[in-house]
């Protein structure tokens, strides 16, 4: 088998639905499977995985066991001879795993691979390429100062090396994650697919960055912005600079300055929120009937250049591809006054996110 494709979910039924919608597509030419691991979900993602998806391999751990002992798991089971390390909260393009897998067949000392993220509202990324958080750059981090932090040597768009992956799309062959050992399980959640990246590094192996590929990551579906996940995201960079970079006293005390100031006083950055005059369902379907069952007035759009400023663009899974949404997305991203969801193939609900700080939208018709 040639891909393993592992997705950890927890609480986030609906976007699950949607991701498994995108990887079915996007394996239908490839000799791969796909494996859930459930971290003991309180809604009823497990029913739906079975209901709606009875070829994949459905893990019930009976606690959440956190990302990296849950993914750990999913790859014990995994066959392929690559693995794919998915968030829930993705939507892959019908030709991002088999453009990878190409691009990494041609390499040698291959580790792992991430290609270019972009949030609901179709900004990039930027952790989607990151260097390693060495003493110096990690400080700057938490007390708010990021140039330092990502791989700007290179665009969005290009292909190159990197150093730090981020957790929600990490590709690589099964036998590398094997070698150094997967996921440290010290971690419960966040800063793991760091230390990954950088045990991959130093076992000899290159990390690269693939922009030749663009997928959505909702992001805020995976952990609330909150106090609790502010702690948890600079205690395991601590963990991290402990396991790795711990030198001297100076230094100790520096890092830990820096996660001090960063849990007290760091905020996620203020979002204005967008305003929305008009809905615009961009759909193929020539029966309109479920445009109004939708509980606001809409009308369709076959062209991006019908769609008027300040629309909700819903676009209409059943009519097109994740690829084309993605790219459609992009294109009226420029306007910068759009906000987007998706109808999810045979569904009767709305799902998006219109920025990656706070948790989507669901919403039933």
Known sequence: MKLSIIILNYNVRYFLDLCLQSVQAAISDLDAEIIVVDNH???????????NYPNVKLIE??????????????????????????NPDIVVAEDTFS???????????????ACRLIDGSGNYLPESKRNVPVVK???????????????????????????????AFMLMKRSVYNQVKGFDQDYFMYGEDVDLSYKILKAGYQNFYFGETTIIHYKGESTLKDAEYVKRFYGAMQIFYMKHFKSNFVFDALVWLGIEFAIRFRKAPAIEPKTVNNYAVFTYKKDLDFIKKLPFKAYKVTDVKMVKPHAEVIFDANTLTCKQIIAYILHLQKNNTHTFKIIPKNSNFIIGSNDSQNRGEILHF
């Open 41 to 51: 979900s309180t809604d009823d993602s497990c029913a739906m995985v079975k209901q």
């Open 61 to 86: 751990n009976k606690e959440n066991s956190g990302f990296s002992k849950g993914n750990n798991i999913g790859v014990a089971q995994a066959k392929g001879e690559y693995i794919c390390i998915l």
């Open 99 to 113: 453009k990878i897998l190409k691009f990494a067949e041609q390499q040698d000392h291959i580790g792992a691979i």
């Open 137 to 167: 750059v990690a400080f700057e981090k938490m007390v708010g100062i990021s140039k330092n932090y990502y791989s700007n040597h290179l665009k969005e768009d290009a292909v190159g090396e990197i150093d730090i992956l981020v957790g």
